[in-house]
């Protein structure tokens, strides 16, 4: 493994960490799961994957595409920290029903719904920027996946806040700013 992949494997460790941390102080569930983030399954399983593969093939080898990679890494997990530092209390595990919701729109809420999902993608992007294009495997599957959760969970926005929620929708793009 070299320097750049284990600061990328270390990054994630103490941001999945964080996310353990933080998870103790949300809300509770009206429907409680007790599992991993769907987001901890994926790199991990994205993980074990590049080790077992090993083809040096899809290596990234550029030192531009590393370094763009790595801000993009860096920058995607600062987005999705931000993201839920904002969100505080009402953060939880995909499509769950929390118990007293609040609609949170400040923060990078205000540019995307979805902000912790669109930096966990970025994080996976730029890791496979970074050092090797396996991980845009990972970012397909985490990619389907929180589309389909960001669905999911806006249905039960609308129902949560049915005079707020329609305006907030308009005004916002899901998962990327003026684009998606």
Not at 138 to 164: D, H, K, Q, W
Request: no cysteine; net charge positive; charged share 15%.
């Amino acid at each position: 493994m070299s320097a750049l992949e284990s600061v990328i494997a270390a990054g994630w460790l103490v941001f999945w960490a964080y996310w353990l941390i933080a998870a103790l102080g949300a809300k509770h569930s009206s429907h409680r799961r007790r599992r991993l983030p769907a987001g901890v399954r994926i790199v991990v399983l994205a993980f074990i994957v590049t080790r077992v593969i090993r083809g040096d093939a899809l290596n990234v080898h550029s030192v531009v595409l590393q370094v763009v990679g790595t801000i993009v890494f860096v920058s995607g997990l600062a987005l999705a920290v931000w993201a839920r530092i904002y969100l505080g209390r009402n953060w939880g595990m995909p499509m769950t029903e929390k118990d007293e919701p609040e609609l949170v729109t400040r923060g990078p809420y205000r540019f995307v719904r979805h902000p912790i999902y669109s930096g966990i993608l970025m994080g996976l992007l730029g890791t496979a920027l970074a050092t090797n294009l396996y991980w845009l495997a990972a970012l397909a599957v985490a990619g389907a996946y929180f589309i389909y959760s960001a669905r999911v969970e806006e249905r039960i926005m609308a129902g949560a806040f049915p005079n707020t929620y329609p305006g907030y929708k308009a005004r916002t793009k899901m998962l990327i700013p003026f684009v998606l």
